[in-house]
């Protein structure tokens, strides 16, 4: 069984900053991707940015420098900086581990709140 917990989130100005973590536990397979995936009310769910193992990156468009990513394969932690946060960011974000063998597989944290004050 995989489990995944974040931590940080919150509320912040317009502006500011905030770091996202997500650890993964649990039988992993050593090729995966790991990534933020966020959701405003009454909108679908859209990634964020990904990371593989072997360090490739993807980002939202809408994030581009302005948002990190990194990870840490040994501890199976992803981490996610925001930083000039605007308020469209404003949304709540959920870890993702993901890889495939035969077929997809993912997992999902219980999601994060982030709240950008204007």
């Known amino acids: 069984q995989v489990q995944l917990v974040e931590s940080g989130g919150g509320l912040v100005q317009a502006g500011g900053s905030l770091r996202l973590s997500c650890g993964a536990s649990?039988?992993?397979?050593?090729?995966?991707?790991m990534g933020w995936y966020r959701q405003a009310p009454g909108k679908q769910r859209e990634l964020v940015a990904t990371i593989h193992t072997g360090g490739s990156t993807n980002y939202a468009d809408s994030v581009k420098g302005r948002f990190t990513i990194s990870r840490d394969n040994a501890k199976n932690t992803v981490n996610l900086q925001m930083n000039s946060l605007k308020p469209e960011d404003t949304a709540v974000y959920y870890c993702?581990?993901?890889?495939?063998?035969?077929?997809?597989?993912?997992?999902w944290g219980q999601g994060t709140q982030v709240t950008v004050s204007s």
């Open positions: 649990g039988s992993i397979s050593s090729d995966n991707t």
């Open positions: 993702n581990l993901h890889w495939r063998i035969f077929r997809p597989i993912d997992y």
